[in-house]
């Protein structure tokens, strides 16, 4: 499972970004393409491991996007979109997130009190951005019913099971200052393969 996910993977440039090792991959970045038979794999599993009794998916601009208009157009679930610009509108939630290398306020429209939601992300390294949106979400009075994140690096997933959250991921990847290492399927998955880069045998 996830075969092209975890190839494409370790064929990912790599890099730094002040002290981070950064990855450059579809999923994450839009780059160089974002191919639809990826987006399928990756919301097809989705689908598979994730809790669907929701009346909202919930992303982060940018790259969850793509994860979360697939997933919207499969299980015809509405989305919303968890903004990095301030619009105004009636409600809005504001809150601060601070990830591996930025520091930025993230906005909530279109969530009210008791909507049962999907949390959906693209990479989770150290957990700051799905803190800010689940805070939002609970200063909004939504229920999550799951959290799904595509890539994990890090160990942002054991920063937000100490504030009362579980996340399931579908790979999680060891990256150094060239490339990534190595890409196994998450225990929270279907299975545990993985694959490591030819390089690093």
């Known amino acids: ?59 982060v601009e940018a790259m969850g996007i793509p994860i979360g208009t697939g997933l919207s157009n499969i299980c015809d679930i509405p989305m919303v979109i968890v903004r990095k610009r301030k619009y105004g509108l009636p409600g809005e939630i504001e809150v601060s997130q601070v ?34 949106v689940l805070k939002s979400l609970k200063i909004a009075g939504a229920i999550v019913k799951d959290i799904v ?9 054991n920063r937000l099971r100490a504030e009362g959250y ?3 991921t579908m790979v999680d990847v060891e990256v150094d200052e060239t490339h990534v290492t190595s890409v196994t399927e998450s225990a929270n998955g ?8 030819a390089a690093c045998k």
């Open 1 to 59: 499972m996830l075969e092209r996910l975890k190839k494409s993977l370790l064929e990912a440039p790599v890099f730094k970004r002040g002290e981070y090792n950064y990855f450059i991959h579809p999923i994450t970045d839009g780059v160089p393409e974002v191919r639809p038979e990826l987006i399928r794999e990756v919301t097809g599993h989705i689908v598979r491991i994730a809790d669907l009794d929701a009346d909202k998916i919930v992303t």
């Open 99 to 132: 990830t591996g290398y930025s520091k930025s306020q993230l906005f909530l429209n279109g969530i009210y009190k008791g909507d049962r939601v999907i949390v959906v992300d693209d990479v989770i390294s150290t957990g700051g951005t799905l803190l800010a």
């Open 149 to 157: 994140v595509v890539i994990r690096r890090g160990d942002g997933v």
């Open 166 to 168: 579980e996340v399931k």
């Open 190 to 197: 279907l299975n545990n393969r993985s694959m490591t880069c």
